[in-house]
């Protein structure tokens, strides 16, 4: 029994660095050679044992702390770069033209067939474990204790700049109009506080590549996509330990039969 | 007020008065306009603070710090460097590094005030960090121990000094003992505050706290070369046999502070190129467009060139000496510039591969961070001419400092203890020549 147990512990880590050299050298191709079931930004398993992953059902409620547990899961494919979240995101929240909340970064794959062009959305990953906050002298960003959102009290900010560095997800940009750092609350004080159930730019989002939703409610539509045995879920930059709660997967708007006509047309 | 200090505090202060710096005309020009170009910068600085820093500064989103950091970095690295070093006389005890310990406070207390005054400019709102520190203190914020560390150890400096001008020196010594365990804390903190950011590889890990620590003193063994070597080509009487000593025995230290400077930089950079996460980083300092500041400036000025020239002058010749150290915070100063950027070069997404990180991010310093950075810098030299006329360059009353039963040896300049019931000649003789009979008759 001891035994097993010292061959899990060590697995795990192995696993761990592997995936992060691999996807430092090409994220494309460790996204078809392995991949991983991510919950609250640990790597649970690969492929090959997804159902053990899936047996330590514990695991998953401990990732989840908060009620409601909010949390967006991105369906990168489905974004075709409309850049309506942002708009809805600067308009909603006022934020500057020099400034984003979120962002959607481009990706171009030359040798891909077909579509060469994927888009990747990013914001504030809501971090389990926010480095953000630990590294902010004065508190003045924190995480809620109900529902985990990281949040800024803009009176306290002293403008140190720490957390920007401190976030391995660029997600934070001073504000000159608040005096204060700025970044994704979720829309706590824009729209979820007064009652709306969807961030704004997951509202606007005409393609459904941005599921916002509640991971401790296992009815909830993000926390059924990310717990489904044939999808791969990931988070960005696991080695940086922050157990995320943005989650990423593929969505593919390419059937095989649109493939096969592209054969065809070849 | 200062004008009115008693005449015997002023004695025993050293006090010139305001008028000594009146002295000399040229001194005092030179002085003057240091003066005003610190006051034309603070005046730019002001222009930015009013203007809005995001609007003036090069500084950016993906690099949110600059120049404005690592100025801030040099000053108080300088600073605790000035006062470990010149602890292990006064604090520590050890004689030959006594002499030194007035200039080396005084100027420690200078270059944290410059360093405070640049991080003024670099903090959006200082106001509330005066608040919020107290009142919302977050104890796992390196940057919150930061502050807090700094504002002690200042404090302690400051007690240290005070005692020190007064000739108390168990008070100025336990002031002095503070200063060193807050300098240290407060260093290896800042260390820590890029060692424990583990979303960026290239800082992360307890390396940063040690090279601080290790660097400063490098930094301090340095700048009271170079201070002190100024201090003698403004006024020679400075030179005496002790502080000769002194200094000799501050350059070996500084020879050897160096060689582990280079050993550290050499693994630093072996270990970073077989890191991936560090690769990048590193490249662009050996290949890269930071590669002059690297092989130039921090290994020439700041290293290679000090390490031979210090050697060459055996702790004696002071101009060569002036000549290494000068090279010396030069070059420390680009080692604090490439170190703050070393960390933020490379773009967080970078392991993405999107269009918008797939290149090393760019910094510039803009007219306004360097008007800072010079200010800065200069208010710590300023007040060190300032120091060096009006407390008479901090001479030390050949009493204050000798240990009851001790003497200050004509022969060598430092301090012996005399047995009981010897004179101070038959202790001089036995320090100097006749060790070895002294021995032979303790035998006999
Ligand atoms: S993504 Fe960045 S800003 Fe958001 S919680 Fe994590 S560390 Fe903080
Ligand atoms: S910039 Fe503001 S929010 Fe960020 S660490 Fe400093 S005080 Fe905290």
Known sequence: MKLTNIDLEKLIPENLISVTKMERRAFLKIGLVITGVFAGGRILSVTSNVSEAFASGKDFVDQYPYKPHYSMVIRQGLCIDCERCLKACKETNSVPDYGYRTRILTKIVTDAVGRKREFIPILCNHCNDAPCTRACPTRATYKNKENGIVMMESKKCIGCKMCILACPYEARYFNAERHAIDKCNFCWDTRLSKGEKLTACSYVCPTGARIFGDMSDPDNVAYKMVHQVEKQVWVLRPESGTKPNVFYMKATRSSPWDLRKQDGAR | ?444
């Open chain 2, 1 to 444: 007020m200062l004008g009115k200090i008693k005449k015997e505090t002023a004695e025993r202060w050293g006090y010139m008065g305001f008028k000594s710096l009146f002295s000399s005309g040229i001194y005092f020009n030179v002085f003057a306009f240091l003066g005003l170009v610190t006051i034309a910068g603070l005046a730019v600085g002001l222009h930015g603070t009013y203007t809005g820093y995001h609007n003036v500064y090069g500084v950016t989103r993906q690099i949110p710090w600059g120049v404005l950091i690592s100025g801030y970095i040099f000053c108080v690295v300088t600073s605790t460097g000035l006062c470990l070093v010149s602890s292990i006389g006064h604090v520590f005890g050890y004689e030959p590094y006594m002499p030194i310990a007035k200039r080396a406070v005084f100027l420690s207390i200078a270059f944290m005030l410059g360093g405070f005054i640049i991080i003024f400019f670099d903090i959006e709102n200082p106001h509330r960090m005066a608040i919020y520190n107290l009142l919302s203190p977050n104890f796992t914020s390196n940057m919150w121990w930061m502050g807090t560390l700094y504002g002690l150890y200042l404090l302690a400096l400051i007690v240290e000094y005070f005692f020190l001008l007064d000739q108390n020196h168990s008070m100025s010594r336990l002031a002095g003992l503070f200063g060193v365990l807050f300098g240290v804390a407060a260093h290896s903190n800042l260390g820590a505050v890029f060692g424990m950011l583990h979303g960026r590889e290239f800082w992360y890990g307890p390396y940063m706290p040690i090279y601080f620590i290790v660097s400063a003193m490098m930094s301090g063994g340095a700048a009271i070369i170079f201070f002190s070597c100024l201090a003698w080509k403004i006024d020679r009487t400075v030179l005496t046999r002790r502080m000769e000593r002194a200094i000799m025995a501050v350059c070996q230290l500084t020879i050897l502070l160096i060689a582990i400077i280079l050993f550290f930089t050499f693994w630093k950079i072996i270990s970073g190129i077989v890191s991936p996460e560090k690769y990048i980083a590193i490249q662009a300092f050996l290949t890269g467009p930071y590669a002059p500041n690297f092989w130039i400036a921090e290994l020439g000025f700041g290293l290679v060139i000090p390490f031979i020239l210090l050697i060459r002058s055996k702790g004696i010749n002071t101009n060569l000496m002036f000549i290494a150290t000068g090279f010396m915070l030069v070059g420390i100063f680009f080692m604090r510039y490439d170190l703050v950027l070393a960390g933020q070069i490379v773009p967080v997404f970078h392991a993405l591969h999107v269009e918008e990180y797939s290149s090393l991010l760019l910094y510039t310093p803009s007219l306004h961070e360097i008007s800072v950075v010079t200010a800065g810098i200069l208010i710590a030299i300023v007040l060190y001419l300032g120091g060096e006329k009006v407390l008479n360059a901090h001479k030390f009353q050949k009493h204050a400092i000798v240990p009851p039963g001790a003497f200050i040896c004509q022969g060598c300049g430092g301090i012996h203890y005399m047995k009981e019931g010897e004179s101070q000649d038959d202790a001089l003789k036995r320090h100097h020549r006749m060790r070895k009979v002294d021995r032979e008759d303790e035998h006999a």
